[in-house]
């Protein structure tokens, strides 16, 4: 019922949007998923109303955001399932009480100036190039991850999804950083992130909250992650995890009469 509600209320606001830049045809170079990024974007899409009201179901609270961290390799069957099928859906309905970071390396060994990766090179370099989405465009970097991770063939997928999110970013940024030496520093410092985990990672996906990890914590994040995060996060419940539903001021843009 939870999820429910969250997804009717996300796509009821998100349908209102739609219907007025529909009606009105703004002039709008952003895509839907940056339309409430900022102000000044909202501006330019004419859709500050909407935006508004999208803003008033956040929890108002100075709790922190629940850090939610996924040591993980690009091309682990499990990684990929548990990334697509529960830490993104989770994210999607709950972005306002956590915040996910990524460290494609997982189960990978540095050695004399290479690394050996579990999967193989493509796996590598699904790691290279996802490391450099992170780097390049981190306010997108998980969509486009997401995008990535969820396609059939990861490394063919990630020119498309880099246009698709973040169609101002040029394909041979991220190319040239997966082959070069910003990209190796990178994945050596995802390497070092991974080292030096407490407790030591045993496998991928691992994941740990506000930077510690336990085993019941795991089993709760691989059976149901939405309700641990909500269990975890301290402040104001956001209404997704109450199931508490708020009425909005909201009106509608309808289309003129033929």
Request: aromatic share 8%; net charge negative; hydrophobic share 35%.
């Amino acid at each position: 019922m939870e999820v429910l509600f969250c997804w009717t209320l996300l796509l009821s606001l998100l349908c209102g949007i739609c219907r007025s830049r529909a009606s009105h045809k703004p002039s709008c170079g952003y895509p839907p998923s940056q339309w409430c990024r900022s102000l000044e974007i909202a501006i330019e899409c004419e859709v500050q109303k909407q935006c508004l009201e999208l803003n008033s179901t956040k929890p108002n609270s100075d709790v922190p955001a629940l850090e939610v961290t996924l040591y993980y390799e690009s091309l682990c069957p499990g990684c990929r399932a548990f990334l697509t099928e529960q830490l993104f859906p989770t994210w999607t309905m709950l972005k306002d009480i956590m915040k996910v970071h990524l460290v494609p390396y997982g189960n990978a060994e540095e050695r004399q100036n290479s690394v050996i990766c579990q999967h193989g090179e493509n796996e590598c370099l699904g790691n290279m190039l996802e490391s450099c989405i992170i780097h390049a465009v981190d306010h997108v970097a998980f969509q486009i991850i997401y995008c990535m991770e969820s396609s059939s063939d990861v490394l063919k997928a990630a020119q498309l999804c880099l246009q698709l999110y973040a169609p101002s970013v040029r394909w041979e940024t991220i190319s040239s950083c997966a082959t070069g030496a910003v990209g190796r520093s990178l994945m050596h410092k995802n390497a070092v992130k991974t080292r030096f985990l407490e407790p030591a990672h045993t496998h991928v996906p691992w994941v740990t909250f506000n930077g510690e990890y336990r085993d019941d914590w795991e089993d709760g994040a691989m059976s149901s992650l939405f309700s641990l995060v909500c269990s975890l996060y301290k402040g104001a419940q956001p209404p997704a995890c109450t199931g508490v539903q708020k009425k909005l001021d909201r009106s509608f843009c309808l289309p003129h009469d033929k």
